[in-house]
């Protein structure tokens, strides 16, 4: 087995490969003037099952890469070809909100299955599709975040309160309050755009002396956690701690959260980010030695 690391993955793609005590190599890419891009394995890889790894943020830049490395990996004698891609893109267009609109996730999914013989990938964001087996024909394994961020709730949250900030993240609030041995409530959220967010507190305890611990799946622009956070201090709860199993947000997003009465804002190590605090490598390392030699 080798892990081969996707542009900008080596620091990701070397955890992995420690984990699973294989051979690490980078993929070389090249920019052309015109825009088109230049892929070369640098290592031997006939007769290896080849883990590329690397995240798929920002996957418009990264996509064509993937689909190159795993066409030259099988044409150079690779016995298998599989992605870990602990934030897998596309997902949240999983309808046609709009008349015309594609169904992105969908249409990705077909992209990648065509070019890789499996998945592993970290809480994909399901939401109208009940599992990746829905859109992805290929052998696919989720890595749940739940258990890692639950543990490092028990290690330094004394007295937590586990909270939801919409109805689509009962799924994770209730599986990390679960594990965690804490309380956990889900709050109710009302999406005016995209950067115009008003959230509610249903029910408001009392909670004496819990810490609220924000957990969702996706931080991006952080309003709703902002309007969470606004909410629950208007409850009389202390400044609340976040929790992102996917860190897509920039500086800007994390000043207003601090602003906005955040204590801390953390996330899972998916995708490079200064707030990464949590580590999911081991999980991942399980589920690609269960697919990589079935």
């Not at 994390?254 to 899972?268: D, E, F, N």
């Amino acid at each position: 087995m080798r892990v081969i690391a996707l542009p900008g993955a080596s620091r990701f793609a070397a955890t992995l490969a420690a984990e699973l005590d294989c051979p690490c190599s980078a993929l070389f890419t090249r920019s052309f003037p015109d825009g088109e891009t230049l892929v070369r394995l640098d290592t031997d890889v006939a007769g290896e099952a080849v883990i590329l790894a690397g995240s798929l943020d920002h996957p418009d830049l990264k996509t064509l890469p993937l689909i190159f490395a795993a066409d030259a990996a099988r044409e150079l004698g690779a016995v298998k070809v599989g992605l870990v891609a602990p934030y897998l893109a596309y997902m949240r267009q999983d309808a046609r909100f709009q008349p015309g609109e594609a169904i992105s996730s969908r249409s990705y999914a077909f992209v990648l299955s065509s070019s890789v013989d499996f998945l592993v990938t970290v809480d994909p964001h399901l939401h109208r599709w009940r599992s990746l087996n829905d859109i992805y024909t290929i052998p696919t394994e989720v890595v749940p975040a739940a258990p890692a961020i639950a543990a490092w709730i028990r290690d330094n949250v004394p007295a937590p309160l586990i909270v939801g900030p919409d109805a689509e993240s009962e799924q994770w609030a209730a599986h990390v309050a679960h594990l965690a041995g804490a309380p956990h409530t889900v709050m109710a959220k009302t999406r005016r755009g995209d950067r115009d967010v008003g959230v509610e507190l249903n029910d408001k305890g009392p909670w004496p002396g819990r810490t609220p611990v924000l957990v969702d799946d996706i931080i991006s622009t952080g309003h709703t956690l902002i309007g969470a956070t606004l909410a629950l201090r208007e409850a009389g709860l202390a400044a609340p701690l976040c929790i992102g199993v996917h860190a897509l947000f920039d500086d800007p997003a994390l000043q207003q959260m601090h602003a906005a009465g955040i204590a801390r804002v953390l996330s899972c190590e998916t995708v490079a980010h200064a707030s990464n605090a949590i580590s999911i490598g081991p999980g991942l390392a399980h589920a690609v030695r269960r697919l990589a030699t079935g």
